[in-house]
């Protein structure tokens, strides 16, 4: 099977690197002057190696579609609940020990999913910005819950903040970091030496939590 490469960088180096990104594609890192021959013999050589980082990474950034059958399961503040199907339950979906569907509501499962998410997210992100806000003095003009899939929060230059809903489904440490993160956006429009400088102080342990985002958000992200 041929390999496609997405892009040679070619340089003063002296050596041919590969380089697998986030996305899955391959880069390579070549010599000036090495023939597209050579760079096709070195991606072959290392086939197995470009093909199992890619179907890692695949893994990583895609799970499984979900299917809303009993048993399967959903995550709400970093823990995993089983969903399960009631009859005659009023409310289309609740959590209570696990996801309870309405039967009624399985033809649209993944709308009452989303919009319960988009409940909880509003609720708690009301409660956490206005917490923090408070107790460090900062002033934001309203919260905002979008379904981006690419950034958990932003903070426009008038002081709106956004956040994903699909940040509730991650701890609330994670959700506590990223609510402060928005909050000193609004004293510090970019990712200035000030900007981290005022984060640590707010949050010391501010790179643990953002380091489990950037390795588990991805899941958290898609679907
Ligand atoms: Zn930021």
Known sequence: MQIEIHQIIRSKRKTLALIVKGDGSLIIRAPMRTPDRAIKEFVAEHASWIEKKQAQIKSLVVPSPKQYIPGEMFMFLGKSYPLEIVKDQKKLL???GGF?????????????????????????????????ASQHGFQHQGIKITSAKTRWGSCSSKGSLSFSWRLILA???????????????????????RFWKKLEHLMPDFKERKRWLRKNGPQLMVG
């Open 94 to 96: 609740v959590l209570d």
């Open 171 to 193: 701890p609330m440490e994670q959700v506590d970091y990223v609510v402060i993160h928005e909050l000193v956006h609004t004293l510090h429009h970019n990712h200035s030496k």
């Open 100 to 132: 309870k569907l309405a039967e009624s509501a399985t033809s649209h499962a993944a709308i009452v999913f989303e919009r319960w998410y988009r409940e909880q997210a509003r609720k708690i992100l009301n409660q956490r910005v206005d917490l923090c």
